[in-house]
């Protein structure tokens, strides 16, 4: 299998190279050229496999150049029990509405699902060409630890992340800035998740830049991300159906929209998935698309900082690959598109919005802080579970789409322990911190504080790079 640029101008390429890229060199984002399908046969194949061999299986359908046997090692080391105690379980709510835990990693939230196995992978690939890479990203709050969490002490990396200076939980800052590794550069940026992004954006577009100092991506631009988050939609909708053809919906907390995509593909792929339900918070640029078919990003200025602050997000930095599908995957409107967007700050797809859910399965909804704290008041009430922020933003949302006989799994994004605050405030209970992570915010940190300025950490990392 070989991967192209949403924007067309990048030759074929195999896994292994675009793994290492991020973004494509026309500033695009890879794709496989054709999706592999899944078929009833083989799904029903797969019922009895653990995580690792799903994931393997799954994984082996887009990796063509790793032999197999080496990717099922990485994915057992990747989900192992002393990494994921508990693998993806489902936790009922209500009749027809449960959770998919995918928050039972090493960083308390469901971007580990993914970053451990690109951890594996990454040490793997470097090690066989005899190559370092430095790993350039972006978090809002959740990505950046299961990043370095997955990448500290591995050979060949190094980790520079940024994130906004002030706007994540304590916990997420602790969980960042306490490791101590060689390898791993925190760096905290005065500004909101959407200028650090363009950081990243800008230096990996450069690419003099890019190449002198090896740069990749572990930020949901790199499609490897994307391939290991389709594994939890096909094992979620195995361990939520008991035989052919049923129907599963899923409710995605969404603000880099990498997500919910990995559930458009799984669904391209023949998944049988109903609906996929976007959740955003009042941050709700995605929302207002699916709603308007007009996409209009907001500045810097008019991103909130909410109580789901991973979500705080205006610029969508998955979108351009389902827009890519909406267009008929037609590289040179995508190219347009793209343009109008930088030009005037928005584009108008709304000719297009009886696809969305006619063909796409998307339908979306926006939650507030106000309806965070009453569901997860409620969920807590009814059931003895807390959930954090962000699921809360996926079952407030997810409840207006419940149907008869089709199973909802809200893809649960994170533990509450990582927002004790909000939980607090909702409940008047402290959530439960892991008995490793309980002396977390008084271990030492260590940062690097600096204005938003590409130039100022394009000289940072080159004073740190590998």
């Known amino acids: 299998m070989k991967y192209r640029s949403t924007r067309g101008g990048m030759a074929p390429l195999p896994f292994c190279d675009i793994l290492l890229e991020g973004l494509a060199p026309d500033g695009g984002l890879t794709l496989p050229e054709t999706l592999p399908q899944l078929d009833a046969g083989t799904l029903e194949s797969w019922r009895g496999l653990s995580y690792a061999e799903l994931a393997a299986r799954v994984l082996g359908l887009f990796i063509g150049d790793v032999p197999a046997p080496d990717l099922l090692r990485m994915t057992q080391a990747a989900y192992a029990p002393d990494v994921f105690p508990r693998i993806a379980p489902v936790k009922p709510l209500r ?33 066989q060409r005899g190559q370092t890479l430095n790993i350039l990203g972006a978090t809002s709050g959740d990505t950046g630890s299961a990043a370095e969490y997955a990448l500290r002490g591995k050979r060949g990396v190094a980790v520079f992340m940024l994130s906004p200076h002030g706007r994540m939980s304590a916990f997420q800052r602790a969980q960042m800035y306490s490791l101590q590794d060689a390898n791993i550069h925190n760096i905290a940026v005065h500004g909101v998740f959407d200028e650090c992004q363009d950081i990243v954006k800008a230096l990996a577009g450069d690419l003099d830049f890019k190449s002198a100092h090896r740069l990749g991506a572990v930020n949901s631009i790199n499609w490897a991300r994307i391939a290991a988050q389709i594994v939890y939609y096909v094992w979620g909708w195995l361990r939520a159906t008991s035989g052919p053809g049923q129907s599963v919906s899923f409710a995605v907390p969404s603000g880099n929209f990498g997500n919910i995509l990995a559930g458009h593909l799984a669904r391209r792929m023949g998944l049988p998935i109903r609906r996929l339900v976007l959740a955003t918070n009042e941050n709700n640029v995605l929302e207002e698309f699916f709603r308007t078919g007009i996409y209009r990003p907001r500045p810097a200025s008019q991103t909130y900082a909410t109580s789901s602050p991973s979500m705080d997000i205006s610029r969508a930095s998955n979108f351009e690959r389902f827009v890519f599908d909406l267009v008929g995957q037609d590289a040179a409107r995508v190219r347009a598109l793209m343009d109008e967007l930088r030009r005037t700050g928005a584009f108008d797809l709304s000719d297009l919005k009886p696809q969305f859910t006619r063909d796409y399965g998307f339908v979306a909804g926006a939650s507030s802080h106000a309806d965070r704290l009453a569901t997860i008041r409620a969920v807590h009430a009814e059931t003895g579970v807390l959930i954090d922020p962000h699921t809360a933003d996926g079952v407030h949302v997810a409840q207006a789409h419940l149907e008869p006989g089709v199973p909802m799994l809200v893809l649960e994004t994170a533990l509450p322990a990582k927002f004790a605050e909000t939980l607090i405030e909702a409940t008047g209970q402290a959530p439960a911190v892991p008995a490793d992570l309980q002396d977390l915010q008084q271990r030492p940190q260590r940062v690097e504080i600096m204005d938003c300025d590409a130039r100022l950490v394009a000289d940072y990392l080159r004073r740190h790079a590998l």
């Open 95 to 127: 009749p027809g509405l449960s959770l998919l835990g995918l928050s039972e990693g090493p960083t308390l939230a469901f971007k580990d699902m993914a970053m451990q196995f690109l951890g594996q992978i990454f040490e793997y690939v470097l090690a």
